[in-house]
Nanobody, 127 residues
Framework: QVQVVESGGGLVQAGSSLRLSCTVS????????MAWFRQAPGKEREFVAG????????NYVDSVKGRFTISRDNAKKTASLQMNSVKPEDTAVYYC????????????????????WGQGTQVTVSS
């Protein structure tokens, strides 16, 4: 049984910072990629950032490069998304997702490649 739980969303003003956290509950040892996706009303779910098992590789969607940073702590089974200089267009429900990929597998961008998802956390950025 694997559970993914996000926290840290909220209402913030444009230009401010927010940190999202994700915890994975898993009993067996396995490697996995962790990623953040987001979905705004009326839009498809999009990849925001992903990080491989070792933490050495990370990918970002172009719209957040230089503003968001993804990190992980395998000992705590957590991942975080530090969001700086947020913009109204960052408003969405943010989801944490897990891809049980082997080490070395490229970080995948499609939601369909991820096996486990959290319930989502709302981020609203006011202008």
């Amino acid at each position: 049984q694997v559970q993914v739980v996000e926290s840290g969303g909220g209402l913030v003003q444009a230009g401010s910072s927010l940190r999202l956290s994700c915890t994975v509950s898993i009993r067996t040892f396995t490697t996995y990629v962790m990623a953040w996706f987001r979905q705004a009303p009326g839009k498809e779910r999009e990849f925001v950032a992903g990080i491989d098992w070792t933490g050495d590789r990370a990918n970002y969607v172009d719209s957040v490069k230089g503003r968001f940073t993804i990190s992980r702590d395998n000992a705590k089974k957590t991942a975080s998304l530090q969001m700086n200089s947020v913009k109204p267009e960052d408003t969405a429900v943010y989801y944490c997702a897990v891809d049980f990929a082997l080490p070395g597998t490229p970080i995948r961008l499609s939601p369909g490649e991820y096996e486990k998802w959290g319930q989502g956390t709302q981020v609203t950025v006011s202008s």
